[in-house]
């Protein structure tokens, strides 16, 4: 087998979910265990960097979309006896980044394209109301990590927002700007929540390692299933335990 240099999507999106799971742990059952929410910052950066990555590389964009939706519904009717009915968990919130993501797309295509000023100036005015109504979303529910968690894949791929971008740069370039515009995402959300949410940068070293190449060494559904089942387990043991 030939060897591969560098972090594949498959093992970034398996140190995420190990963080994720860490957090998790941290947050339900041993809060007074700093250490362990720390780690869990890096979960949230990189998947959202792989929610823009998704988007950008699916070959079927409505059934990305979908999957993710359905998690969200699935996740937030199953839980939400655990939280406010307000809170939306972060299926929630990376189903309105893909969903800004593909309007972000087709406005770009637009204003890009060979289209009549008109057409352009809507599609932009589109996208901006989309923003405007995840903004108000956010007012109105508590979505996990706010607007700016919605927002972060969004400037992620902001990185190639012309079709063209990736033959103009090398894909280091092109990895670098995306590096660059999460870690000013991070900033926004760091700015809102403090804290702990500092570590949260501890996950770029980790995506500059990223090298773009996906290896499947997981079934295909494992991450949309992982969120729900890990919950669960969690949940289960505060409940005997508590």
């Not at 059952?29 to 929610?51: D, H, K, N, Q």
């Not at 670098?176 to 991070?186: C, E, M, P, S, V």
Request: glycine share 6%; with cysteine.
């Amino acid at each position: 087998m030939e060897k591969t240099n560098g972090l594949t999507n498959d093992k970034l999106k398996i140190i995420a979910a190990a963080a994720m799971l860490v957090d998790h742990i941290g947050a339900y059952l041993l809060p007074s265990v700093t250490v362990l929410r720390i780690i869990g910052r890096i979960a949230f950066p990189i998947f959202a960097f792989m929610i823009a990555e998704g988007c950008t590389h699916t070959k079927n964009k409505k059934k990305y979309l979908f999957n993710l939706f359905l998690l969200a519904v699935l996740c937030h009717g199953a839980f939400y006896t655990f939280k406010p009915p307000g809170y939306m968990r972060i299926p929630v919130t990376f189903t309105l980044s893909v969903i800004l993501i593909y309007i972000l797309q087709y406005s770009t295509s637009c204003v890009y394209g060979e289209y009549a000023v008109v057409k352009k100036i809507m599609a932009a005015a589109v996208f901006f109301a989309a923003v405007i109504a995840v903004w108000y979303l956010n007012e109105m529910f508590v979505i996990d990590y706010g607007f700016m968690g919605c927002m972060t894949p969004v400037l992620v791929s902001g990185a190639c927002w012309q079709k063209d971008m990736p033959q103009k740069y090398s894909k280091y370039d092109t990895l670098y700007r995306k590096i660059g515009l999460l870690a000013l995402a991070l900033f926004f959300v760091y700015s809102e929540y403090g804290g702990v949410q500092i570590y949260s940068f501890l996950a770029i070293p980790l995506l500059a390692k990223y090298n773009g190449k996906r290896e499947n060494l997981v079934p295909k559904y494992f991450f949309y299933m992982f969120y729900p089942l890990h919950l669960a387990a969690i949940y289960a043991v505060q409940y005997f335990i508590g």
